[in-house]
C-alpha cells in the first residue's frame, strides 16, 4: 500500500533503509507487472531533493521502486527555480505527502565551496553558481563555531530544508495546511544508514537552527 501521509511516508523510508544496511533489500516495485500498472500515471509518495553523488541513489539506499519516488537531484542538493518547480509539482499535482533533502557525508560540493572561499579563487564555469550556493551554510558554520566537514554538511541540509520553505510559498501553504512535510536526512557512504538532520513537520513552519551541536547530535534541527 502506498503511504498516504507523512509519517507514513516517512515510516517506509526508514524501514527501506534498514533493509539496505542490513542487506535483506526487497526490491518491491520493480517487477513487469508493477511496470505495467504504474504505466499511465505515478503517486510517488516522496520527493528526493539529493545530491547528484553517484552513490546516493535514492531508490537502492531506501530499497524502492518504480513509481515510489520523485527525484530531484544536483550537486549539493542546490536549489534553483528549475528544483522549486520540480518540488511543487509532486506535491500539489501528484500530492506527494513528503519532501526530504537528501545529502551526504564527505560531500564534494561543500569541499569545494570551503576551499573557494578558503584560496578566495572561485571555480571556472557553471560550478561556481554550486559553491555560491554553498556557501551561506559555510557562514551559518562559521557563526557557530562548526569546522568539521560533516559538521557543515548536516547545517547545509538544514539551510536547504528552509532554503526550500523560504522560497516556494507553495510548498509552505503545503505544509501549513498539513498536506507534506519537509526532512533533512543524511547519508553515510560506507554505513549505507539515514540519520535525520531538520524536521518541518506537517502542519508546522520553519525555525532557526539550533546553536552549535556535533552531527551526531543535530537531529530535528528545523522545528515546527
Not at 554538511?153 to 498536506?179: F, K, Y
Request: charged share 15%; hydrophobic share 45%; glycine share 12%.
Amino acid at each position: 500500500m502506498t503511504p498516504t501521509t507523512p509519517e507514513q511516508a516517512l515510516a517506509e523510508l526508514h524501514a527501506g533503509n534498514r533493509r539496505f544496511v542490513t542487506g535483506v533489500p526487497r526490491h518491491p516495485n520493480q517487477d513487469a507487472g508493477h511496470r505495467a500498472a504504474v504505466a499511465d500515471g505515478q503517486h510517488p509518495f516522496a520527493v528526493m531533493v539529493g545530491c547528484s553523488d553517484s552513490r546516493l541513489a535514492a531508490e537502492i539506499i531506501f530499497d524502492r521502486g518504480l513509481g515510489d519516488l520523485f527525484v530531484v537531484r544536483t550537486a549539493g542538493h542546490t536549489v534553483g527555480p528549475e528544483v522549486l518547480g520540480s518540488v511543487e509539482y509532486a506535491v500539489t499535482v501528484l500530492g506527494t505527502p513528503l519532501v526530504v533533502v537528501l545529502g551526504h557525508d564527505s560531500c564534494g560540493a561543500v569541499q569545494a565551496a570551503r576551499e573557494a572561499v578558503a584560496t578566495g579563487t572561485p571555480p571556472a564555469g557553471h560550478l561556481g553558481a554550486v559553491v555560491d550556493a554553498v556557501v551561506p551554510s559555510l557562514r551559518r558554520a562559521a557563526e557557530e563555531g562548526v569546522e568539521e566537514i560533516d559538521g557543515i554538511v548536516d547545517i547545509h541540509i538544514a539551510q536547504t530544508v528552509e532554503a526550500l520553505l523560504a522560497n516556494s510559498t507553495v510548498l509552505a501553504e503545503q505544509v501549513a495546511a498539513g498536506r507534506c512535510a519537509v526532512v533533512g536526512m543524511s547519508y553515510r557512504l560506507s554505513a549505507g544508514e539515514v540519520r535525520t538532520v531538520a524536521t518541518v513537520p506537517a502542519g508546522g513552519r520553519t525555525a532557526t537552527l539550533p546553536g552549535p551541536a556535533a552531527p551526531a547530535d543535530r537531529s530535528a534541527a528545523v522545528a515546527g
